[in-house]
């Protein structure tokens, strides 16, 4: 069980992105986080993940306190981040160092079969696609079995062929050991295909605006009218989060937030 | 390429559907023929100038033609003379080159991850390297000798500045981005260090090291003219006292030789770890 207790968070130079978020993720629960951009969702990803400090509350995972990278909590990033000195069946093992070998090789072989990326295993990441790259960045975090999977905006890089894919085998990968997903998008669609239940934030500061229970049938048709209906629900809710918002520039507060790290 | 073979290879490209096919047998005679076109231009002055000397155009006593300095080279050899310095001098470069890598290594390391010490050290060691370092040498012959320990420090403080300076940058430069997610595998310290920093900064380190020894090499000389009984720099200074120009060339040659060797010899140690590097110059 994973909770929130009251995390804010205000930035050295005085953003205040994040205003006292209090949440509770059950085990196994995909929880997708959407907003525009400074609602903070980013922020509080990373608050979660144990790579920022909160300025207020805490995080706490199984009655643990979460204040740096935990083995429990994984993180996928908008890029892949693989390490290109290590070839794909390396970056895929790369969080399994205190494995023995064999099983490691072990995991990692049957990891790659999984996505289909068998024959990549000996091949150097600069030679993968954008969409391969990502699955072996997806392979990379949970392959150590972490109990909490955060993804920023993982396949929001992607052509929407690619990303349809990807949603698929997150999701199939996930049907394997249940880990709890905390998904940040901001593509509607891609919200309603993984969420049991999404979560709409405001910005400036980022706080919580509204939930929305997502409990279509799995595997979700796109097509189909209960679809859109969950998706005209999120996107009304989507334009009264960002009524009421001060319009700041946005791109303050991503400076203020070390630049690339944050979205 | 000539445009002689250009031709040659793009007219079958257009002719036959396989582009594979020509690009095969365009590699063959393409292959040889580049090294060969850059030595079109000093076999032929070299030519030249040896046929000048031969029939009595130039007298040669000054700027020695090819056969004689393969001749005063192969003499050296023979004699022990061109070992005896080639081994004094590579030995000193090997020397400095150590100490000047280990220094500059550290430092670089150093100053590169911690800001403070960055502002408190960086300042002082760019001054220092604003010296011309052969400014140094008067002060090193007082402080250590006119033996070895003087000369090997003058090629050590040579080859430390573009390693320091190299390491440094590579340090500063490690993409946050995959510092982060060693960071996000709870990697610190010495695992950070061995697991992510050392091999992202592996092409600029090895680069680094590439400068160092070439500066390792030019100070060699310097030291070398500062008194020496051995050395390929004593056979310079010995070739000009003497009036041998030959010696002097079979000197410069055995130096282009053995800097090109030393060069070679870092890039093929550290092929091994560089095999990733997604870079512009493989084709």
């Known amino acids: 069980m994973l909770v929130l207790d009251r995390v804010g968070k205000t930035y050295p130079n005085g953003v205040h992105a994040l205003d006292g978020i209090s949440l509770t993720v059950a ?55 693989l390490l290109p000195w290590l070839r794909v069946a390396d970056n895929v093992g ?14 990692v072989a049957r990891a790659l079969e999984r996505v289909g ?125 960002l009524e009421r918002a001060v319009i700041t520039d946005d791109r303050e507060t991503k400076a203020a937030a070390g630049g690339g790290l944050w979205w | 390429m000539s445009l002689v073979s250009m031709t040659a290879s793009v007219e079958p490209a257009e002719v036959t559907p396989a582009p594979s ?36 155009l130039a007298s040669g006593r000054l700027v020695p033609p090819p056969s004689v300095i393969v001749h005063t080279f192969a003499d050296l050899a023979r004699t022990g003379e061109l070992e005896l310095h080639a081994s004094a001098t590579l030995s000193r470069v090997i020397a400095g080159f150590a100490f000047g890598v280990v220094a500059g290594t550290v430092f670089g390391a150093i100053t590169g991850y911690s800001a403070l010490m960055n502002r408190l050290v960086d300042p002082t060691l760019q001054a220092l390297r604003a010296i011309p370092s052969i400014a140094w040498v008067p002060l090193f012959i007082l402080w250590f000798g006119i033996f070895e320990a003087s000369k090997i420090i003058l090629i050590a403080v040579g080859v430390f500045f573009p390693v320091y300076l190299g390491v440094m940058g590579a340090v500063m430069s490690v993409d946050r981005k995959i510092v982060e997610v060693g960071r996000a595998f709870r990697l610190s310290g010495i695992a950070m260090v061995r697991r992510i920093l050392l091999p992202a900064v592996m092409p600029a380190y090895v680069i680094s090291l590439r400068a160092g020894m070439g500066l390792g090499w030019m100070f060699v000389v310097a030291a070398e003219f500062m008194g020496a009984s051995t050395g390929l720099g004593f056979l310079l200074i010995d070739g000009q ?38 870079r512009f110059g493989r084709t």
Request: one cysteine or more; charged letters at 25%.
């Open chain 1, 27 to 81: 085990p196994g629960e995909i929880l997708v986080v959407i907003g525009g951009s400074g609602s903070g969702k980013s922020t509080m990803l990373r608050a979660i993940s144990g790579l920022d400090t909160p300025s207020q509350g805490r995080v706490v995972l199984d009655g643990m306190t979460i204040t740096a990278p935990h083995e429990q909590i994984g993180i996928i990033f908008q890029e892949p981040r």
């Open chain 1, 94 to 107: 790369f969080g399994l160092e205190q494995c023995p070998t064999a099983e490691r090789n072990a995991r």
């Open chain 1, 117 to 241: 990326l068998t024959d990549k295993a000996r091949v150097w990441p600069r030679e993968l696609s954008g969409g391969q790259a990502q699955r072996v960045a997806i392979l990379r975090a949970l392959v150590p079995r972490p109990q909490v999977l955060l993804l920023d905006e993982p396949f929001s890089a992607l052509d929407a062929f690619t990303r349809a894919d990807l949603q698929d085998h997150l999701l199939d990968l996930w049907a394997d050991s249940k880990p709890t997903l905390i998904v940040v998008t901001h593509d509607v669609e891609e919200a309603i295909v993984l969420a049991d239940r999404i979560m709409v934030m405001r910005p400036h500061p980022g706080r919580v605006h509204e939930e929305i229970t997502c409990d279509l049938p799995r595997p979700r048709d796109r097509q189909s009218a209960a679809f859109d209906f969950v998706k005209r629900r999120v996107l009304a809710a989507l334009d009264r989060s």
């Open chain 2, 21 to 56: 096919n020509a690009s095969v047998a365009r590699g063959g005679p393409g292959r040889l023929l580049r090294p060969a076109l850059g030595l079109l231009l000093p076999v032929a002055v070299a030519v030249a100038w040896e046929l000048a000397v031969r029939h009595g």
């Open chain 2, 241 to 278: 006292q003497l009036g041998k120009p030959a010696q002097i060339v079979a000197a410069i040659v055995a130096f282009a030789i053995l800097g090109k060797a030393t060069d070679w010899l870092i890039v093929l140690l550290s092929a091994p770890f560089l095999r990733w590097e997604d």
